[in-house]
């Protein structure tokens, strides 16, 4: 497997820098290798027909073997979904990547100037964004969901960096219950931030007693599924594929078993 990250997708990042915001707008040329989606752009291309997803540890592996390449994600980029790049915008991404590589580097003041430009993203920008391709916005709600489920990732991140953690946390409570969380790392990118902020005994206390607050209620999607609290925040858990769930009905002792069983719940064991 060539597991090197192609110069390629470097040339993309770099030159989204000045794309504060991805349309759909652009034209593309016909590609014959890919039939099912031929006149896709790129990071389409690239990341909805890949070959293979390879989560190891911290990293993640995006395999497509027919653009010959292997992207490599590490940190909190493999909390969102693999193919995250299309639905975040590359401004977003490339502040949110300077930010760390500064950091890396050792340059603070570089770092928090970064940082602070993504709050200033989301807070100026991103949360005036309204339905429609044409403006920056979303066709529709699972669109809508996606993003918001990345994005906040992303933003949330800034905050915990800049040292604050309630917002870090509020930021991400919204997008707990929606069916867009799916294949994403949110809900123990949300526990971690918990147990940092109010500590490891009142995070695991919480979580202990969520499953009486079980039911079933729709969701701002307009989607209905089942529900926990956690520190006010409404979670959503895929109850129906633990084995406790049997039928239309949920105990709460049922619930808080399935709590137990989930990847966050090891942060408090």
């Known amino acids: 497997m060539n597991c090197s990250l192609l110069l390629l997708l470097l040339g993309i990042a770099v030159c989204s820098c000045s794309q504060p915001e991805r349309t759909n707008s652009r034209p593309q040329l016909s590609d014959s ?27 993640v592996f995006v395999v497509n073997n027919r653009l010959d390449t292997t992207v490599v994600e590490t940190g909190i980029f493999t909390y969102m979904r693999s193919s995250y790049p299309v639905m975040t915008p590359n401004y977003l991404t490339n502040l949110i990547k300077q930010a760390i590589q500064a950091e890396k580097s050792g340059n603070s003041p570089l770092a928090t100037k970064h940082y602070q430009a993504v709050v200033s993203f989301y807070q100026d920008d991103w949360t005036h964004r309204k339905g429609g391709f044409e403006n920056g916005g979303f066709s529709d709600m699972n669109e809508y969901y996606e993003s918001n489920v990345n994005v906040t990732t992303l933003v949330s991140y800034a905050y ?29 990118r949300f526990i971690e931030l918990c147990v940092r902020y109010y500590g490891r005994d009142a995070t695991q206390k919480a979580l202990n007693t969520s499953g009486r607050t079980v039911c079933y209620a729709q969701l701002d999607s307009g989607d209905c599924d089942w529900i926990v609290s956690v520190f006010g925040a409404r979670v959503g858990v895929d109850f129906c594929t633990s084995p406790h769930y049997k039928s239309d009905s949920l105990s709460q002792r049922e619930a808080q078993c399935f709590i137990r069983e989930q990847p966050f719940y090891a942060l408090v064991k």
């Open 33 to 59: 290798r890919f039939p099912e989606c031929p006149d896709c752009d790129l990071e389409e291309k690239l990341y909805y027909f890949a070959d293979t997803v390879i989560r190891h540890n911290d990293t």
């Open 160 to 188: 915990e960096r800049l040292g604050r953690l309630p917002e870090a946390i509020q930021l991400l409570a919204p997008f707990l219950a929606n069916a867009e969380t799916d294949h994403t790392k949110i809900h123990l």
